[in-house]
């Protein structure tokens, strides 16, 4: 079955609504490693909104499991996670004025720089993944870049409100992770996931971990995290069964 990676950003989101110390996002990370999270998910945005510098140094000397660290290709940051060195490093496009990630990163737009921090995190033994929509013309040009992971965004199915678009967005999502193993990629997948949508992206052969973060973040609010993440990861394990 898929990996689940968790993404502890929204703890974060909380804490800072507050500007204090709680609640703490590595004592999260710990709880969800304990519940059987496979990763631990942060993105350090430009900004700092929600994670930060701290928790990164933190989260590193912290996580047994793997910590990916979600960046964009700023050079202050691309400095950072080769100072830090998590386990993976996945890059993702960033604004300051979206609430959240809106798409996947424009590989073939923004070439030279993706390339440019492949290689340089790559030396520093940072496993890469490119966060990207899915999408041929996308996959063919990350596979250039010599990363070696593709993060396939699944926010468009999340969002599709008919069945004709939901079924026409996971069909992409589909073919596009068969394509992309056929180059040699291994392939993740997330954005949007939630306990009701993400049974079907979990069926599909060749997905080898999804990384969540919000809806179970949002669950725990009502359970607990623990809980949270062990309902995902049940979820999961009975798509493959």
């Known amino acids: ?32 490693e304990k519940a059987g999270a496979d990763s631990i998910v942060a993105h350090l945005r430009e900004d700092r909104r929600h994670i930060n510098d701290r928790d ?21 940051i691309v400095r950072i996670a080769a100072s830090i060195r998590p386990d993976e490093a996945t890059l993702v496009p960033e604004k300051r004025t979206e609430i959240t990630t809106e798409g996947g ?10 390339a440019k921090t492949v290689e340089a ?21 990350a596979r250039e870049s ?36 056929s180059l040699g990629f291994t392939v993740n997948a997330g954005h949007g996931l939630k306990y009701h949508n993400t049974r079907v992206i979990a069926r599909i052969p060749g997905i080898e971990e999804l990384n969540i973060g919000h ?8 359970v607990g995290m623990e809980r949270a993440v062990r309902e995902m990861q049940e979820l999961v394990r009975r798509a493959r069964s």
């Open 121 to 141: 995190l790559q030396k520093k033994g940072i496993a890469v993944s490119i966060f990207i929509d899915p999408m041929k013309a996308q996959i063919k040009k």
């Open 215 to 222: 809806s179970i973040v949002s669950r725990s609010m009502f």
């Open 105 to 114: 990163l424009d590989v073939i737009r923004h070439f030279r720089r993706v």
């Open 146 to 181: 010599g990363a070696p992971i593709i993060e396939l965004h699944t926010g468009r199915y999340d969002l599709a409100r008919t069945k004709a678009s939901r079924d026409r967005e996971f069909k992409k999502i589909k073919e596009m992770t068969r394509y992309a193993r």
């Open 56 to 76: 990164i140094r933190r989260l590193r000397k912290s996580v047994t499991t793997r910590l990916n660290l979600e960046m964009s290709l700023n050079e202050d």
């Open 1 to 32: 079955m898929p990996k689940l990676g968790v993404n502890i950003d929204h703890v974060a989101t909380l804490r800072q609504a507050r500007r204090e110390f709680d609640p703490d996002p590595i004592a999260a990370a710990k709880v969800c």
